[in-house]
């Protein structure tokens, strides 16, 4: 049986029979409590608690992008990412690519293990990955697959990517393919070297910074 027409009733709602199932929670709707969301293109059902927990995690995402989501290049030249569509191509490929990490955590409460996890949903994530996060041209695909396995820079280039104590970072190796730039010490507010193109999507490090400040002045 279709999952839009399942039997059964509204557990909030008993006398009302269920005309659908919420895709995040897996919980039987009624006409009162179905909302729809549209997810890569596609109407989705979702009740109305999940449909508050989404918003509230939009709502947080939408503030990290605002504040932390920025792209740095070789030349100490800096991009703030909140108008998108006036950044250099390059840069604009890895603010889309920060952009779909920032909806894939909204949505499943913890950030990729791998890029290629915004192309392909995750074991662990089940419902709650409303993916795919990019597009397929973004992306690079092998053989005869037809779902890319990783985000690709505007050279064809597979983008780095590190979830570690610093924070979450995107990086590319700019037009010569190969990075000048040491990825695993780099801080979040160093330049990088080269043409090297980097993206952070979520700052740690400066929490750290504060926090080993107050136990400096504390230990005085």
Same mark, same amino acid.
């Given at each position: 049986? @279709?999952?839009?027409? /399942? ?8 006398? !009302?029979? @269920?005309?659908?199932?919420?895709? *995040?929670?897996? &919980? ?5 409590? %179905? ?23 939009? *709502?947080?995402?939408? $503030? ?7 792209? $740095? ?10 108008? !998108? +569509?006036?950044?250099?191509?390059? @840069?604009? %490929? $890895?603010?889309?690519?920060? +952009? ?9 409460? &913890?950030?990729? &293990?791998? #890029?290629?996890?915004?192309? *392909? %949903? ?11 996060? #990019?597009? !397929? ?5 092998? =053989?005869?697959?037809?779902? /890319? !396995? ?22 590319? /190796?700019?037009?010569?393919? +190969?990075?000048?730039?040491? #990825? ?9 070297? =080269?043409?090297?193109? $980097?993206?952070?999507?979520?700052? %740690? ?5 504060? *926090?080993?400040?107050? +136990? ?5």
């Amino acid at each position: 049986m @279709a999952a839009d027409t /399942p039997t059964g009733h509204c557990p909030q709602h008993p006398d !009302k029979p @269920a005309v659908g199932i919420c895709l *995040s929670c897996g &919980r039987l709707v009624c006409a009162q409590c %179905r909302h729809r969301r549209e997810r890569a293109g596609i109407p989705r059902n979702i009740c109305p608690e999940c449909l508050a927990t989404q918003d509230a995690r939009t *709502s947080r995402t939408t $503030l990290l992008a605002r504040i932390a989501v920025f792209v $740095l290049v070789g030349l100490a030249v800096g991009y703030l990412i909140n108008a !998108k +569509e006036d950044l250099p191509e390059a @840069a604009e %490929r $890895l603010a889309t690519v920060s +952009e779909a990490v920032l909806r894939f955590e909204g949505d499943t409460s &913890r950030f990729p &293990r791998e #890029l290629s996890e915004l192309f *392909s %949903r995750p074991d662990d994530v089940k419902a709650s990955w409303f993916g795919p996060y #990019l597009a !397929k041209d973004t992306g690079t695909a092998t =053989g005869s697959q037809t779902v /890319p !396995k990783q985000p690709v820079d505007v050279h064809g280039q597979p983008l780095g990517y590190l979830d570690d104590e610093r924070g979450v970072l995107i990086a590319s /190796p700019g037009e010569d393919s +190969e990075y000048q730039t040491n #990825l695993s010490e780099i801080g979040c507010y160093d330049e990088p070297a =080269g043409d090297d193109l $980097l993206a952070w999507v979520l700052i %740690r490090q400066e929490e750290v910074i504060k *926090s080993e400040e107050v +136990e400096e002045v504390s230990g005085n």
